[in-house]
T-cell receptor, first 114, second 116 residues
Framework: AQSVTQLGSHVSVSEGALVLLRCNYSSSVPPYLFWYVQYPNQGLQLLLKYTSAATLVKGINGFEAEFKKSETSFHLTKPSAHMSDAAEYFCAVIPSGGYQKVTFGTGTKLQVIP | DAGVTQSPTHLIKTRGQQVTLRCSPISGHKSVSWYQQVLGQGPQFIFQYYEKEERGRGNFPDRFSARQFPNYSSELNVNALLLGDSALYLC???????????????FGEGSWLTVV
């Protein structure tokens, strides 16, 4: 079964510092990969998605992620953290083919320190 | 255009009762999926419906059921509620039933269910 592993349930960065949230997937065939953000007491908002068109994916709010097949990774980055980036981030995967069963990671809570 | 809309936003039920949650997909979207998010965890897949047919089912008991209507809206029903069913229930919609052609999945704000 497809799965994703998010390293670090909590990440703290200073405002203006680099944000790096790690995600590794398990699959022999490159799947569809996503990053979603969830603000407190809200639903999920799509940040970006990888669908094999390009390995470097740019998303909203200045976030981007790079698909690395050799490392089975899809890490999320942002050059400069803002206070408004404080939220929980979920990496998610859908296997190629089949129906839309999204499998989510356990989430990483990002804290931005002023 | 309106996004995925869910109702009710919050509700409290007693153990053993039944609950119905409703979802309206984005206009033009034919696929609806349901997820359960327990506090502190990632969402877990419950069902996907496409063109009123069940396309997939997650590892949930038969107390959970769903259906999709001709206008593509959907209902999730949970019978014989348990305390452990307390969670945020998320609905998601997309244009088609698979991930081809750059299909994107959009989530609603969710329905908070508390079972007491």
């Amino acid at each position: 079964a497809q799965s994703v592993t998010q390293l670090g349930s909590h990440v703290s960065v200073s405002e203006g510092a680099l944000v790096l949230l790690r995600c590794n997937y398990s699959s022999s065939v490159p799947p569809y990969l996503f990053w979603y953000v969830q603000y407190p007491n809200q639903g999920l908002q799509l940040l970006l998605k990888y669908t094999s068109a390009a390995t470097l994916v740019k998303g909203i709010n200045g976030f981007e992620a790079e698909f690395k097949k050799s490392e089975t990774s899809f890490h999320l980055t942002k050059p400069s953290a803002h206070m408004s980036d404080a939220a929980e981030y979920f990496c998610a995967v859908i296997p190629s083919g089949g129906y839309q069963k999204v499998t989510f990671g356990t989430g990483t809570k990002l804290q931005v320190i002023p | 255009d309106a996004g995925v809309t869910q109702s009710p936003t919050h509700l409290i039920k007693t153990r053993g009762q039944q609950v119905t949650l409703r979802c309206s997909p984005i206009s033009g979207h034919k696929s609806v999926s349901w997820y359960q998010q327990v506090l502190g965890q990632g969402p877990q897949f419950i069902f996907q419906y496409y063109e009123k047919e069940e396309r997939g089912r997650g590892n949930f008991p038969d107390r959970f059921s769903a259906r999709q209507f001709p206008n593509y809206s959907s209902e999730l029903n949970v019978n014989a509620l348990l305390l452990g069913d307390s969670a945020l229930y998320l609905c998601a919609s997309s244009l088609s039933g698979n991930m081809g052609s750059g299909n994107t999945i959009y989530f609603g704000e969710g329905s908070w269910l508390t079972v007491v």
